[in-house]
């Protein structure tokens, strides 16, 4: 009977220490988790480059979540540019000597020569919207758009006109 208080005591200090050991085993998680927070903070809010960098990654995400297409009203500017787009339409004879005239003034591969009535008599007769249509499409040797892939429809157009007025 003498054994049995003494065995509780050691019982009972044996379970304190078990609950001090855990508690501070909890204190010293909560303590590192605090100093990460406060660390974290501290680095975060006092520099004004990583502010600048929190600014940056903001507009970064703004530009990603923008709409695709953003409506222009500018209207100086659309007029601007259509201006230039009409100023930027090179003339037939342009044209005709920077694309057509390496084959046209030769006639090589049948193709019909400037200024040669005879060539084109037969090919006038189909009339300036067909012949515009077969230089657009390519025709036997000649080439679609006669090798002039930047040339709109209506220089092409022009072009084929300036040939035809040749034979005048
Ligand atoms: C690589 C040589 C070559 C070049 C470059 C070329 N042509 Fe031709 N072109 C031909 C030949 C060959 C023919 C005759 C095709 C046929 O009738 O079979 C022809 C025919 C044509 C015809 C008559 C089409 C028809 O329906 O009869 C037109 C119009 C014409 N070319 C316009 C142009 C214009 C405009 C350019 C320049 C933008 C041009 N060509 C550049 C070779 C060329």
């Known amino acids: 009977m003498y ?6 005591l050691i ?7 078990q609950g001090s050991k855990v508690s501070s ?10 100093m990460l927070f406060i660390g974290l903070k501290a680095l975060n809010a006092p520099s004004n480059e990583s502010a600048h960098e929190d600014t940056m990654i903001d507009s970064a995400a703004l530009e990603r979540i ?6 222009r009203i500018d209207n100086s500017v659309s007029v601007a540019s259509s201006i230039s787009l009409e100023q930027s ?3 037939g004879k342009e044209i005709y000597t920077a694309k057509c005239q390496s084959c046209h003034t030769s006639g090589v591969m ?7 009535l005879e060539d084109w008599a037969p090919r006038i007769d189909l009339g300036i919207d067909n012949l515009t249509k077969s230089a657009i499409a390519g025709k036997g040797g000649m080439p679609a758009r006669g090798t002039c892939i930047d040339c709109s429809d209506n220089e092409i157009k022009l072009t084929v006109q300036y040939m035809i007025d040749s034979t005048k």
């Open 3 to 8: 054994n049995i208080p003494e065995f509780n």
């Open 11 to 17: 019982n009972k200090e044996d379970v304190m220490s």
């Open 25 to 34: 085993k909890f204190m010293i998680v909560i303590w590192v988790i605090a």
């Open 66 to 71: 923008k709409p695709i297409g953003e409506v």
């Open 89 to 91: 339409e090179r003339s």
């Open 110 to 116: 049948g193709a019909p020569k400037y200024a040669s």
